[in-house]
């Protein structure tokens, strides 16, 4: 029987699952050979510069696209 690898998660998912943030952890990642993307909802403009910086490591030439939302608390 032959040996299988595992693949790992995708590090910049990773990154963003292991963050210290909460409002960062809720956030969905997907990942291709071309780009990173980032979605979901932060109540700051500071969170969403935050989720950014926190992808950069794992970017290694790709498109970083951040589509996440700023939507403050009422």
């Known amino acids: 029987m032959p040996a299988m690898l595992l693949e790992s998660p995708p590090r910049a998912a990773m990154l963003m699952r292991d963050?210290?943030?909460?409002?960062?952890?809720?956030?969905?990642?997907?990942?291709s050979d071309?780009?990173?993307?980032?979605?979901?909802?932060?109540?700051?403009?500071?969170?969403?510069q935050m989720a950014q910086?926190?992808?950069r490591p794992a970017l290694s030439g790709r498109r970083l696209r951040n589509?996440?939302?700023v939507l403050p608390p009422k």
């Open 53 to 55: 910086e926190a992808i």
């Open 19 to 31: 963050n210290p943030v909460n409002d960062l952890r809720r956030l969905d990642v997907a990942e």
């Open 67 to 69: 589509q996440v939302i």
């Open 34 to 48: 071309a780009e990173i993307v980032i979605s979901g909802i932060v109540s700051s403009y500071y969170l969403k």
